[in-house]
């Protein structure tokens, strides 16, 4: 009874979290990025920096909230547990090609489609190639995954299970960039309508798809490295795309899909058995 009653008053912790992440990342949002933006016009690069900024606020929320998260430990021996499993290179290498195949395949489609280069697709946006890698790993990398991965990830796994987790999870982390989808559509083919609704789709489904290729990997290497790396390999691609438009979401959301089930079916073990039945019909 006492378990009981422990475990959902951890869980209406846990949800408070996502509540005050939420409301802590718009009003950054909106009160740092717009004033940034509208009030003191402030310079491209100066907004990037307010906008990295700004996605640390899981973590600032995290930190926070730590003493009622986590009553059990202090700080740093929380951030010591989550990076001190042993890293495994294969599974890192695995999970970033995945990814960033999965980023790259819809605009090899869209170029062929389209009859457009390839190369046309990327920009370095004005800024040195280190500042754009350092703002890529600044930003979400760094920013959101002692929050998300650190400490959602394992709540979300003691109540729901390893898929509904990472489904509830995703969704979570989708609709926490709500406020950001609708600049971000203004820029393609339109703010409301079917556009915005196929941008929507396409941002729960790859978030989602990437949730799963993290708790795949962490499952076997429960070190956040593994996270803030899987996360990087992400923006790297995206926060360098250009001339984009909701086609490549459209096929974004296809391949991250199929990208999904595989690790989902690697990590059930399917191709493990695959491999068991080839050598049993060879023997």
């Known amino acids: 009874m006492v378990a009981n009653e422990i475990k959902t008053q951890r869980m209406d912790v846990m949800w408070k979290y996502v509540i005050f992440s939420y409301l802590l990342f718009w009003f950054m949002v909106m009160a740092l990025g717009g004033s940034a933006a509208m009030v ?4 491209p690069l100066v907004q990037r920096i307010v906008e990295a900024f700004c996605a640390w606020a899981p973590t600032f ?14 700080l740093k021996d ?30 090899l489609i869209l170029s ?16 040195s190639l280190p500042v754009t890698l350092l703002l890529c790993l600044f930003a979400g990398p760094l920013g959101e995954e002692l929050g998300w991965r650190g400490y ?10 390893f898929i509904q987790a990472s489904i509830v999870a995703g969704v979570i982390w989708a609709f926490w960039h709500a406020i950001l989808w ?3 559509v203004a820029f ?20 989602t798809s990437l949730v799963i290729i993290m708790n795949v990997v962490m499952q076997r290497s429960n070190n956040l490295l593994n996270a803030i790396w899987i996360h990087l390999c992400y923006n790297v691609i995206f926060y360098h795309l ?21 690790f989902l079916l690697y990590h059930y073990g399917y191709f493990s058995r695959g491999k068991i039945v080839v050598a049993e019909m060879k023997s």
């Open 40 to 43: 003191f016009n402030a310079p």
């Open 188 to 207: 393609m083919d339109g703010a409301t309508g079917w556009p915005l609704v196929i941008y929507i789709i396409a941002n729960v489904v790859v978030m």
């Open 152 to 161: 959602l990830r394992v709540e979300l796994d003691k109540k729901y299970g």
């Open 242 to 262: 250009t001339n984009i438009n909701l086609a490549y979401f459209g096929w974004l959301t296809i391949v991250y899909a199929i990208t999904g089930a595989l």
């Open 78 to 107: 929380f951030v010591k547990s989550v990076f001190s499993q042993k890293l495994r290179l294969d599974l890192m290498l695995v999970s970033g090609v995945a990814v960033v195949l999965s980023s790259i395949v819809p605009l």
């Open 61 to 74: 929320a995290f930190l926070i909230m730590f003493k009622k998260l986590r009553p059990e430990t202090n």
């Open 182 to 184: 609708f600049v971000d």
């Open 112 to 127: 062929f489609s389209e009859g457009q280069s390839f190369t046309s697709f990327f920009s370095l946006k004005g800024y």
